[in-house]
């Protein structure tokens, strides 16, 4: 029996040590996460404007091409609950902020960053963020919380040495850029236009929508209080994209927007969903712009609207 329980210590101790070095060669790969903290805490005192969201605006605003001081903060995947939560933790680091550029997709009043729906954007948020969910009990640890997720990662920059980050010094995110767009990207447009609608049709009793749009209100009462104007852009999807939304799900997406707006003197909404002006090259798939191409076009376009020239 003694020299059983040895052999499990033994074991277990292996185990144990072997799960700490894989954490921590984990906690070394380029993620969006620690960039984006990085992008705060080091230009934090330059940050005039700052761009917001998920990855529509992630790699759809380019900094670059708007007024001096901004940057893109936004995060693939990141949905409301974690965009107030950042301006929360974060805005006393950006002392000179004056305008918040939130970006809203199609499917965003029916996205919830939660363990069952995306546990990894959950997980990094805790650990490189510092930005806790409320009640968040998950663990601060990639190997415990999602080992076959951030195994991909770990393959991806050890094994296969492909990069993990493609964010330029102003934050827009390059991994959205032509040279990376599949050739059948718009094959797959309805597919990925089910999926999102798909959403909207579980949240038959609307309660997803109403705490996102609970969120919303957040984020506009909070930039109210710090004297910042509030911009919400829903920017242009491909053609494709565009024809098969369906009316109802738009329609209570802007019409969310239309309260929000009425409700808040620091918000304006610029709506380009459906804008005819975005040919084939503008995009990288059916709902998000080229890095690129697209995202120079539509930030030009987006700051002369918006009076940030």
Aim: hydrophobic share 40%.
């Amino acid at each position: 029996m003694k020299k059983f329980l040895v052999s499990v210590l033994l074991f277990s101790s292996v185990l144990i040590v072997l799960a700490v070095a894989f954490e921590c060669m984990q906690r070394r790969i380029p993620n969006t996460y620690r960039f984006t903290r990085g992008l705060i805490e080091n230009r934090g005192g330059n940050i005039s404007t700052a761009v917001i969201g998920s990855s529509v605006v992630n790699c759809g605003l380019d900094p670059a091409l708007m007024p001096s001081g901004s940057y893109n903060l936004a995060i693939s995947g990141e949905w409301l609950c974690f965009n107030r939560k950042l301006l929360e933790r974060y805005a006393a680091d950006m002392p000179h902020l004056r305008t918040v550029v939130l970006g809203i997709a199609y499917q965003t009043l029916w996205s919830d960053d939660d363990p069952k729906a995306d546990v990894r954007s959950v997980v990094s948020h805790k650990i490189y963020m510092d930005i806790r969910r409320d009640g968040d009990w998950w663990p601060g640890s990639e190997v415990l919380s999602a080992g076959q997720l951030f195994l991909r990662k770990w393959s991806k920059w050890y094994l296969r040495h492909k990069p993990t980050l493609h964010n330029d010094s102003l934050g827009l995110d390059h991994g959205y850029d032509l040279s990376e767009r599949k050739r059948e990207w718009k094959e797959e447009i309805p597919d990925m236009l089910a999926g999102q609608s798909e959403q909207y049709a579980a949240d038959r009793d609307k309660a997803l929508y109403r705490r996102n749009v609970a969120h919303l209100e957040a984020i506009a009462a909070f930039c109210r209080e710090c004297g910042i104007a509030l911009l919400v852009v829903v920017p242009p999807v491909h053609r494709l994209y565009a024809a098969r939304a369906g009316a109802e799900q738009l329609g209570d997406l802007r019409a969310a927007l239309r309260r929000l707006a009425q409700g808040y003197a620091n918000v304006r909404v610029f709506d380009y969903f459906a804008d005819d002006r975005f040919g084939d090259d503008d995009f990288y798939n059916g709902n998000h712009l080229s890095a690129d191409c697209g995202a120079q076009k539509f930030t030009r376009i987006f700051c002369r609207d918006a009076g940030l020239e």
